[in-house]
């Protein structure tokens, strides 16, 4: 079965990207045995066959069974319930590990990203905007950490709205610690989403790639205050990338917190002046 096998090469520690590159090139996953022998006489890279014979140690069902006694449940890329415009990214997860209410995976969703220090500015517009936005019913998206992320999460339950989180790293981990209650609740209350399997744990490059599946699963991404060197601005311009409606705050030309959102203005991304500049694209 093509998602037991999915689930084993991941933990095997087969990237995204790497499962892409393969799928592509030898239209399948049966690497252990269909592709197994031309695996290895044309990759004589050592990390790949240790990963290879990783891979013929590891049982699905003892790992799906140790997934469910943890909680989580599992979206792969073929189901009915896998966000429709997630699967549009070249590099889209092969599967999700999810804990909370995956129904919130098929709804309209609004990413909600900023810089982790940031002004009364951002916490104003926030309580301005996301009760509306709650109220046409936006799933707000955003990744749990500490700043603006964590303001867009809590207002949204405040607003008795929807909520996605997603990590950069596997659930059995948490990083910052500031997030931990509200990831906590989230998971009983909304829904917590990796492509990482539980045991990953952070690494700095891991972030970045979380941040295109925070863009991915949205039709637009607000921007609300970033410097100019700002993770944030990586979600931005995957937004882009991704071909995806982007909507910066301007802000006051003497505020460090503001230079990452007009410069991006001044690049051609939508100034954001109104709560309607984003629902129009909603409609």
């Known amino acids: 079965m093509e998602q037991d096998m999915i689930l084993k090469l991941i933990y095997a ?3 995204t990207a790497q499962l892409h590159r393969f799928k592509e090139r030898f239209g399948c996953f049966n690497y252990i045995s269909l592709k197994y022998e031309a695996l290895l006489k044309e990759y004589q890279d050592p990390a790949l066959r240790k990963k290879l014979k990783k891979l013929q140690t590891l049982d699905s069902s003892a790992l799906k069974a140790a997934l469910h006694d943890k909680g989580m449940t599992l979206v792969y890329y073929n189901e ?3 966000p429709a415009l997630l699967r549009e990214l070249y590099d889209y997860p092969w599967v999700l590990f999810c804990r909370g209410n995956t129904d919130y995976l098929t709804g309209r969703c609004l990413a909600v990203v900023g810089g982790r220090e940031r002004t009364e500015y951002t916490t104003t517009v926030l309580t301005q905007f996301i009760p509306e936005l709650t109220r046409h019913q936006l799933v707000i998206v955003s990744g749990l950490a500490k700043g603006t992320d ?3 999460h809590i207002m949204t339950m405040r607003s008795n709205g929807r909520t996605i989180g997603v990590l950069g790293f596997g659930h059995d981990h948490h990083y910052p610690e500031e997030t931990a209650l509200l990831r906590k609740y989230m998971e009983r209350q909304h ?20 941040n295109r599946i ?7 991404t607000l921007i609300t205050e970033a410097k100019r060197r700002s993770g944030s601005l990586i979600t931005c311009d995957q937004a882009l990338d991704q071909n995806r409606n982007v909507y910066c705050l301007p802000g006051p030309i003497t505020s460090v917190y503001s230079e990452g959102c007009n410069l991006r203005i001044s690049e051609g991304a939508k100034a954001c002046l109104s709560v309607a500049d984003i629902l129009e694209d909603y409609q």
Do not use: K, T
Request: with cysteine; net charge negative.
């Open 191 to 210: 829904l917590v989403i990796s492509e990482y399997p539980p045991h990953v744990s952070p690494r700095a490059w891991q972030f970045p790639e979380r």
């Open 214 to 220: 925070i863009s991915g699963l949205c039709q637009g």
């Open 13 to 15: 520690g087969f990237s």
């Open 150 to 152: 964590s303001d867009a």
């Open 80 to 82: 009915a319930n896998y």
